[in-house]
């Protein structure tokens, strides 16, 4: 399969692969054959062998049920170290807490937190490296860290001259794009590229878009090859089997993740310290209906918001599982009906403007203005991310 592979040399211009189709209407088809690049060992081990490998992975880094660093042990790879970002390398720490690094107890080699103040791996972690894999399983989000610290890894290995391999793996929100367009005045951990909430691409594609479209510190560029999916529909539905963050359970969460996410930047919970995280939402204040919960500090939501206080609010469990889902696109009413219903003054908190990547949104919910008008002032944005996306698609676009 060494054809498959694609190879991102510095300074070499990338080519057009696809076209931008909008998909904010389809009927996306359930399919589960697609094969992640980890589990295509063939096409990526001549890359390793020989050599003293860095490991970026969690628990979803998987080949079947084995995990990808026993996999390498078994084939007698020199795995030096394993770097592990937010949640952890089992992934059981809440979203945002400290991690500290130390020796997985399954290998003992040891583990570096890329979270935290030590986001960015340094000098002296890279120091025994030859070659870097990458393998996380992402959601697509611009909010969802690990396409930060995919940045960061590239960054910190074309300063070293470490080649980086991104084993690549589907998307679960990779059926359309929306949202408005990240704003460099609110470039954070949580959003660092002017793209939008929800990006179409898989995180072997963003990868290619990172790396091409100079966005690394000090326009450098990585030694970077991706190992391609194969049988991947961007159309589908890949229902993960294995949970990505403590908080996203089940491809519900995974599905409603990108609207639900932007109650963080409010006073609204979205039912961390449940049962069913990011798949309802509530508050005190809400008129009651007949749905409420009441949030509790439990592994992965310590401190959740409202603790110990009954919520009322609304169960969306059902919506990601209809089979006419023709609303591939952020569900703005929940979070404007909230803020009618709320009625307080901090609804808002300075969060918010982080995850919506502009200070507009805010500003227009506020103003009243209709869904309409405020999904119309984000289409050139959106417009002008499709001819760059474009560029870095490694499979076929969305269909018409």
């Given at each position: 399969?060494?054809?498959?592979?694609?190879?991102?040399?510095?300074?070499?211009?990338?080519?057009?692969?696809s076209?931008?189709?909008?998909?904010?209407?389809?009927?996306?088809?359930?399919?589960?054959?697609?094969?992640?690049?980890?589990?295509?060992?063939?096409?990526?081990?001549?890359?390793?062998?020989?050599?003293?490998?860095?490991?970026?992975?969690?628990?979803?880094?998987?080949?079947?049920?084995?995990?990808?660093?026993?996999?390498?042990?078994?084939?007698?790879?020199?795995v030096?170290?394993?770097?592990?970002?937010?949640?952890?390398?089992?992934?059981?720490?809440?979203?945002?807490?400290?991690?500290?690094?130390?020796?997985?107890?399954?290998?003992?080699i040891?583990?570096?937190?890329?979270?935290?103040?030590?986001?960015k791996?340094?000098?002296e972690?890279?120091?025994?490296?030859?070659?870097l894999?990458?393998?996380?399983?992402?959601?697509?989000?611009?909010?969802?860290?690990?396409?930060?610290?995919?940045?960061?890894?590239?960054?910190?290995?074309?300063e070293q001259?470490?080649?980086?391999?991104?084993?690549?793996?589907?998307?679960?929100?990779?059926?359309?794009?929306?949202?408005?367009v990240?704003?460099?005045a609110?470039?954070?951990?949580?959003?660092?590229?002017?793209?939008?909430?929800?990006?179409?691409?898989?995180?072997?594609?963003?990868?290619?878009?990172?790396?091409?479209?100079?966005?690394?510190?000090?326009?450098?560029?990585?030694?970077?090859?991706?190992?391609?999916?194969?049988?991947?529909?961007?159309?589908?539905?890949?229902?993960?089997?294995?949970?990505?963050?403590?908080?996203?359970?089940?491809?519900?969460?995974?599905?409603?993740?990108?609207?639900?996410?932007?109650?963080?930047?409010?006073?609204?919970?979205?039912?961390?310290?449940?049962?069913?995280?990011?798949?309802?939402?509530?508050h005190?204040?809400?008129?009651?209906t007949?749905?409420?919960?009441?949030?509790?500090?439990?592994?992965?939501?310590?401190?959740?918001?409202?603790?110990?206080?009954?919520?009322?609010g609304?169960?969306?469990?059902?919506?990601?599982?209809?089979?006419?889902?023709?609303?591939?696109?952020?569900?703005?009413?929940?979070?404007?009906?909230?803020?009618q219903?709320?009625?307080?003054?901090?609804?808002?908190?300075?969060?918010?403007?982080?995850?919506?990547?502009?200070?507009?949104?805010?500003?227009?919910?506020e103003?009243?203005?209709?869904?309409?008008?405020?999904?119309?002032?984000?289409?050139?944005?959106i417009?002008?991310?499709?001819?760059?996306?474009?560029?870095?698609?490694l499979?076929?676009?969305?269909?018409?």
């Amino acid at each position: 399969m060494k054809a498959a592979i694609f190879k991102i040399f510095p300074f070499i211009l990338c080519f057009v692969l696809s076209c931008s189709i909008h998909a904010q209407e389809i009927i996306m088809k359930e399919v589960g054959q697609t094969l992640p690049g980890a589990s295509q060992t063939e096409a990526y081990l001549s890359l390793i062998q020989n050599k003293t490998v860095g490991v970026v992975a969690n628990q979803t880094s998987l080949i079947g049920t084995t995990h990808l660093v026993d996999s390498l042990l078994n084939l007698g790879i020199k795995v030096q170290c394993i770097f592990t970002p937010e949640h952890g390398f089992r992934g059981e720490a809440d979203a945002g807490a400290h991690i500290i690094g130390g020796k997985d107890s399954r290998t003992g080699i040891n583990i570096i937190s890329l979270y935290g103040n030590h986001k960015k791996p340094s000098k002296e972690d890279l120091s025994q490296l030859e070659v870097l894999l990458f393998d996380l399983q992402d959601v697509g989000v611009r909010f969802y860290t690990y396409i930060s610290t995919l940045t960061y890894v590239m960054e910190a290995c074309s300063e070293q001259n470490i080649p980086v391999i991104v084993l690549d793996r589907p998307n679960p929100n990779g059926f359309y794009i929306d949202g408005p367009v990240l704003e460099k005045a609110h470039q954070s951990f949580v959003g660092m590229h002017q793209v939008p909430i929800v990006y179409g691409m898989t995180i072997g594609e963003y990868a290619r878009m990172v790396n091409c479209e100079k966005w690394l510190t000090n326009q450098l560029n990585c030694d970077l090859t991706v190992i391609p999916l194969r049988h991947y529909d961007r159309n589908a539905i890949d229902k993960l089997t294995v949970r990505p963050s403590p908080n996203l359970p089940n491809y519900q969460a995974i599905f409603l993740f990108p609207s639900l996410c932007l109650f963080e930047g409010t006073s609204v919970s979205i039912g961390r310290g449940t049962d069913f995280p990011f798949q309802v939402y509530g508050h005190p204040n809400l008129p009651e209906t007949n749905f409420s919960f009441i949030p509790e500090s439990r592994a992965g939501a310590s401190a959740p918001k409202h603790h110990d206080t009954k919520c009322n609010g609304f169960d969306l469990r059902t919506l990601a599982d209809q089979p006419e889902m023709k609303y591939a696109k952020l569900n703005l009413q929940w979070l404007m009906q909230a803020y009618q219903s709320v009625k307080q003054d901090k609804f808002f908190n300075s969060y918010f403007e982080k995850l919506a990547g502009t200070s507009e949104l805010r500003r227009q919910i506020e103003g009243g203005k209709s869904e309409e008008d405020i999904r119309k002032s984000w289409q050139n944005g959106i417009e002008e991310f499709r001819k760059i996306r474009a560029k870095y698609l490694l499979y076929p676009d969305f269909e018409e």
